[in-house]
């Protein structure tokens, strides 16, 4: 937003130089973006009246006219189309030096000579772009420099505000600041009810209150628009970037750039009925202002009398009921649009405007009054006309709600950092706008109808940190007492098993905790995810109640890209949810997955070219079970997943509870994802893995150990673990390892049963074992596997 200096210090005037008051501005949260002069540097330019202005005798193009200069007349030879006798234009003297250094000296054009020159807006550096002499009001004083008439030691101040900054977006809002900042008070226009001289109102009729709580209309008969706006008027505008129009216009935009209103004037002659804000229906369209014709979405609110919509509410008007230069009577509109309902209107139809800027960030919803007072007298004194009274349609239930804000005294050394006495706490808060209550510990607050952004505690503190200024906020040093925090020992961190995984070849992985809904139906179909409300895309619609099908989409990316062999793993929470619907119920598990495909050993003139198994990712996964020394509490039990191979499935349990699945991708499974290769897959809960156990002493045996083999056949259906379990209860105190070194089935073993072979080890800590300690222990175990098992010893 632009502002003229100059007409801040109308409202407001701190003994501040420009550079010092932008930059008070901009420590106050309202950051400068630039500042720069409204007018180029130049000198010996007055005010002239053309006298005479006649052909160039040897030039079509060109005027001879004669210029009355204040102390003198002179021939000027000027080639602007709009040089004619009777107007009031620059005129750069003889001597006179205008932008960029330029220096103007007696002339001959085409053997006439011109002494000095009529200057357009454009050659002083007051606009980008003229189409010829700069046009000066009939009462402009003939001889007077044109700095002091025009008032051009001025500058413009482009402020970027910050969304939550719309009561800003007009001169009111930030004179208040300014005001605050340096203890003044603020000259604000005076504002009084203009009388009605007659009857006529148009009736307005609120048929979506949700999106325009409030409405305020006025009908004003008998304008002369052919009056144009005062000088004073355009010249505001026109610092301001605003283009003079006609005096209508320049009214409504005069009052959005002072008090931050939008609003507009229809030609009250094109109306039909009365007013109706609505949304659009299906098939209608506008024309707007700028001659583009749009098609309206019905949930686009519009203004619209009996007959057809005549505007885009708070974004543009329609061309139909424009104001023109035959206009005579008006239908002046002030309205509050609710922000949320007008945010991202404008851009659908590819529009941006200076309403629809103010509108969607939040206008004050109780300004609308006095807005039209103040458009009402300013275009009686321009314009004339015969004002009737204001109607005003409201619906207050749908009006923003204003709730009162507690600010607690020792929030403020807490979170600023420093003490601020309840004075300058109440003189802070009631300069903003809020009502001040004092309570014990504290101040309730009121908040005005301007500001959006104030809803809870931290921000009247932020408030109280911008007014007092950032950079006065002294520097504290944090004391806090610092220990320590307790670790586990038998704990092990996330990291070492990181570097260990790595240290096995797999790559740690990070995925996204959002899936595609239905991979995460195959990995986990018993459970229905959290939807998100807005997702990034369509494949990232649900929360994953499981690692897996994250893991399985980067397996296939690899591989589709040329990479066969792939080990992966990743650590991270999967979002289960619980008994009862709803985010407070939602567990969030810390979860370890591995998932590993393609060859065993990478490619190596000294490696077999075997594919990976179950076995493979067995094995990984019981080497970092082992590293917190419990690996004898995880077992491996056959088992089933709706994502997995039925053959190739175990449920890890850990002490009793299962913690984990582990297997192979089932084929149909593999072949929806167009994978090449078989996918092995794990997935445990992380708790497991990192709760280990503290290391123990154990002293070493200084007496022999004694092994004995047992080949053993059993059933197909005995699991290794399980009878291995039962081989270390009967084994006895003396077993110190066993191990299952070979398992056959084949010629010389019945079909459906198997053999095992077990190396079992004995010693004592304190003695040579005997023979027989070590044959009566090899016969308990023979005779359990006999009974448990229906075991034979294999010959």
Same mark, same amino acid.
């Given at each position: 937003?632009?502002?003229?200096?100059?007409?801040?210090?109308?409202?407001?005037?701190?003994?501040?130089?420009?550079?010092?008051?932008?930059?008070?501005?901009?420590?106050?949260?309202?950051?400068?973006?630039?500042?720069?002069?409204?007018?180029?540097?130049?000198?010996?330019?007055?005010?002239?009246?053309?006298?005479?202005?006649?052909?160039?005798?040897?030039?079509?193009?060109?005027?001879?006219?004669?210029?009355?200069?204040?102390?003198?007349?002179?021939?000027?030879?000027?080639?602007?189309?709009?040089?004619?006798?009777?107007?009031?234009?620059?005129?750069?003297?003889?001597?006179?030096?205008?932008?960029?250094?330029?220096?103007?000296?007696?002339?001959?054009?085409?053997?006439?000579?011109?002494?000095?020159?009529?200057?357009?807006?454009?050659?002083?550096?007051?606009?980008?772009?003229?189409?010829?002499?700069?046009? *000066?009001?009939?009462?402009?004083?003939?001889?007077?420099?044109?700095?002091?008439? +025009?008032?051009?030691?001025?500058?413009?101040?482009?402020?970027?505000?910050?969304?939550?900054?719309?009561?800003?977006?007009?001169?009111?809002? &930030?004179?208040?600041?300014?005001?605050?900042?340096?203890?003044?008070?603020?000259?604000?226009?005076?504002?009084?009810?203009?009388?009605?001289?007659?009857?006529?109102?148009?009736?307005?009729?609120?048929?979506?209150?949700?999106?325009?709580?409030?409405?305020?209309?006025?009908?004003?008969?008998?304008?002369?628009?052919?009056?144009?706006?005062?000088?004073?008027?355009?010249?505001?505008?026109?610092?301001?970037?605003?283009?003079?129009?006609?005096?209508?216009?320049?009214?409504?935009?005069?009052?959005?750039?002072?008090?931050?209103?939008?609003?507009?004037?229809?030609?009250?002659?094109?109306?039909?009925?009365?007013?109706?804000?609505?949304?659009?229906?299906?098939?209608?369209?506008?024309?707007?202002?700028?001659?583009?014709?749009?098609?309206?979405?019905?949930?686009?609110?519009?203004?619209?009398?009996?007959?057809?919509?005549?505007?885009?509410?708070? &974004?543009?008007?329609?061309?139909?009921?424009?104001?023109?230069?035959?206009?005579?009577?008006?239908?002046?509109?002030?309205?509050?649009?609710?922000?949320?309902?007008?945010?991202?209107?404008?851009?659908?139809?590819?529009?941006?405007?200076?309403?629809?800027?103010?509108?969607?960030?939040?206008?004050?919803?109780?300004?609308?009054?006095?807005?039209?007072?103040?458009?009402?007298?300013?275009?009686?004194?321009?314009?004339?006309?015969?004002?009737?009274?204001?109607?005003?349609?409201?619906?207050?239930?749908?009006?923003?709600?204003?709730?009162?804000?507690?600010?607690?005294?020792?929030?403020?050394?807490?979170?600023?950092?420093?003490?601020?006495?309840?004075?300058?706490?109440?003189?802070?808060?009631?300069? +903003?706008? +809020?009502?001040?209550?004092?309570?014990?510990?504290?101040?309730?607050?009121?908040?005005?109808?301007? =500001?959006?952004?104030?809803? &809870?505690?931290?921000?009247?503190?932020?408030? +109280?940190?911008?007014?007092?200024?950032?950079?006065?906020?002294?520097?504290?040093?944090?004391?806090?007492?610092?220990?320590?925090?307790?670790?586990?020992?038998?704990?092990?961190? *996330?990291?070492?098993?990181?570097?260990?995984?790595?240290?096995?070849?797999?790559?740690?992985?990070?995925?996204?905790?959002?899936?595609?809904?239905?991979?995460?139906?195959?990995?986990?179909?018993?459970?229905?995810?959290?939807?998100?409300?807005?997702?990034?895309?369509?494949?990232?619609?649900?929360?994953?109640?499981?690692?897996?099908?994250?893991?399985?989409?980067?397996?296939?990316?690899?591989?589709?890209?040329?990479?066969?062999?792939?080990?992966?793993?990743?650590?991270?929470?999967?979002?289960?949810?619980?008994?009862?619907?709803?985010?407070?119920?939602?567990?969030?598990?810390?979860?370890?997955?591995?998932?590993?495909?393609?060859?065993?050993?990478?490619?190596?003139?000294?490696?077999?070219?075997?594919?990976?198994?179950?076995?493979?990712?067995?094995?990984? *996964?019981?080497?970092?079970?082992?590293?917190?020394?419990?690996?004898?509490?995880?077992?491996?039990?056959?088992?089933?997943?709706?994502?997995?191979?039925?053959?190739?499935?175990?449920? &890890?349990?850990?002490?009793?509870?299962?913690?984990?699945?582990?297997?192979?991708?089932?084929?149909?499974?593999? =072949?929806?994802?167009?994978?090449?290769?078989?996918?092995?897959?794990?997935?445990?809960?992380?708790?497991?893995?990192?709760?280990?156990?503290?290391?123990?002493?154990?002293?070493?045996?200084?007496?022999?150990?004694? =092994?004995?083999?047992?080949?053993?056949?059993?059933?197909?259906?005995?699991?290794?673990?399980?009878?291995?379990?039962?081989?270390?209860?009967?084994?006895?105190?003396?077993?110190?390892?066993?191990?299952?070194?070979?398992?056959?089935?084949?010629?010389?073993?019945?079909?459906?049963?198997?053999?095992?072979?077990?190396?079992?080890?004995?010693?004592?800590?304190?003695?040579?074992?005997?023979?027989?300690?070590?044959?009566?222990?090899?016969?308990?175990?023979?005779?359990?596997?006999?009974?448990?098992?229906?075991?034979?010893?294999?010959?």
């Amino acid at each position: 937003m632009k502002i003229s200096e100059q007409w801040l210090r109308e409202w407001v005037n701190p003994a501040l130089a420009t550079e010092d008051l932008a930059h008070q501005i901009t420590m106050a949260g309202l950051e400068v973006d630039a500042i720069e002069p409204v007018a180029g540097a130049f000198r010996g330019v007055v005010v002239a009246e053309i006298i005479s202005a006649e052909a160039h005798p040897d030039a079509d193009k060109l005027r001879v006219c004669q210029v009355n200069a204040g102390d003198e007349t002179v021939q000027i030879v000027c080639g602007a189309p709009n040089a004619r006798a009777g107007l009031k234009a620059p005129l750069a003297k003889v001597g006179a030096v205008l932008p960029g250094d330029f220096k103007i000296k007696k002339a001959k054009l085409r053997g006439l000579e011109s002494f000095g020159m009529l200057c357009a807006e454009q050659e002083l550096q007051l606009s980008e772009a003229s189409d010829g002499l700069m046009e *000066l009001p009939a009462d402009a004083p003939v001889g007077s420099d044109i700095r002091d008439y +025009l008032k051009l030691d001025d500058h413009l101040i482009e402020i970027g505000l910050t969304p939550n900054r719309a009561d800003c977006l007009g001169l009111r809002g &930030i004179a208040r600041e300014v005001g605050l900042l340096n203890g003044l008070e603020v000259s604000q226009p005076a504002i009084e009810p203009v009388a009605a001289v007659h009857d006529d109102t148009l009736p307005v009729e609120l048929k979506a209150a949700s999106h325009c709580p409030r409405y305020l209309g006025r009908v004003i008969r008998n304008v002369d628009l052919s009056r144009p706006s005062p000088l004073w008027l355009q010249e505001k505008l026109r610092r301001c970037g605003v283009r003079s129009i006609d005096a209508a216009v320049d009214v409504t935009n005069y009052v959005l750039l002072e008090l931050g209103q939008p609003m507009h004037a229809f030609d009250l002659d094109k109306l039909q009925g009365g007013i109706v804000v609505r949304t659009a229906e299906q098939g209608e369209s506008l024309e707007l202002l700028d001659g583009q014709t749009v098609e309206l979405s019905s949930d686009t609110l519009v203004i619209a009398d009996h007959r057809a919509p005549v505007a885009m509410a708070g &974004i543009m008007g329609g061309e139909q009921t424009a104001v023109a230069a035959g206009t005579r009577n008006l239908f002046l509109e002030a309205a509050f649009f609710a922000p949320d309902r007008l945010a991202g209107k404008a851009r659908g139809y590819g529009l941006h405007t200076d309403s629809s800027h103010r509108f969607e960030r939040g206008v004050d919803f109780e300004l609308q009054r006095q807005a039209m007072e103040r458009a009402t007298a300013l275009l009686l004194a321009i314009v004339g006309g015969e004002p009737g009274p204001i109607v005003e349609a409201l619906d207050e239930a749908s009006l923003p709600a204003r709730p009162d804000v507690t600010l607690r005294a020792e929030r403020i050394g807490k979170l600023l950092g420093f003490e601020l006495p309840g004075a300058d706490v109440e003189r802070i808060l009631t300069g +903003l706008g +809020l009502g001040v209550s004092a309570t014990e510990g504290g101040w309730v607050c009121s908040v005005p109808s301007w =500001r959006f952004d104030i809803a &809870i505690e931290a921000d009247l503190l932020e408030e +109280l940190a911008r007014i007092y200024g950032y950079n006065n906020l002294p520097i504290t040093r944090i004391q806090a007492g610092l220990s320590m925090p307790a670790r586990e020992e038998s704990a092990l961190s *996330l990291r070492f098993l990181r570097r260990h995984l790595a240290a096995r070849g797999y790559r740690e992985a990070i995925t996204y905790s959002f899936v595609e809904p239905k991979l995460q139906q195959v990995f986990d179909p018993d459970k229905t995810p959290v939807a998100l409300a807005n997702p990034i895309s369509a494949d990232m619609a649900v929360m994953r109640t499981s690692l897996l099908p994250g893991l399985v989409t980067a397996v296939l990316r690899n591989t589709n890209r040329q990479q066969p062999r792939v080990r992966l793993f990743e650590s991270g929470l999967r979002f289960v949810p619980g008994a009862e619907p709803g985010l407070a119920h939602l567990k969030q598990v810390p979860t370890l997955a591995m998932v590993v495909t393609g060859q065993r050993l990478a490619e190596s003139w000294s490696a077999a070219s075997e594919a990976v198994d179950f076995f493979d990712l067995k094995g990984d *996964l019981q080497s970092l079970l082992g590293l917190g020394r419990r690996a004898d509490a995880f077992s491996f039990v056959a088992g089933s997943h709706p994502a997995l191979h039925p053959g190739q499935t175990a449920r &890890i349990h850990l002490d009793g509870k299962e913690v984990g699945v582990m297997g192979a991708l089932h084929p149909s499974v593999q =072949r929806e994802l167009d994978l090449n290769a078989p996918l092995f897959v794990c997935e445990i809960d992380l708790a497991a893995v990192t709760d280990g156990a503290l290391p123990q002493f154990s002293e070493l045996s200084r007496f022999p150990e004694v =092994r004995r083999d047992l080949a053993v056949v059993v059933d197909n259906s005995v699991a290794a673990a399980q009878l291995i379990a039962s081989v270390k209860d009967a084994a006895g105190e003396h077993l110190t390892d066993l191990r299952l070194f070979d398992v056959y089935a084949g010629k010389g073993v019945e079909p459906g049963r198997k053999s095992l072979a077990l190396g079992l080890v004995f010693r004592d800590k304190t003695r040579t074992l005997e023979e027989d300690d070590v044959n009566q222990a090899v016969s308990r175990v023979v005779e359990a596997l006999q009974s448990g098992y229906s075991a034979e010893l294999r010959g």
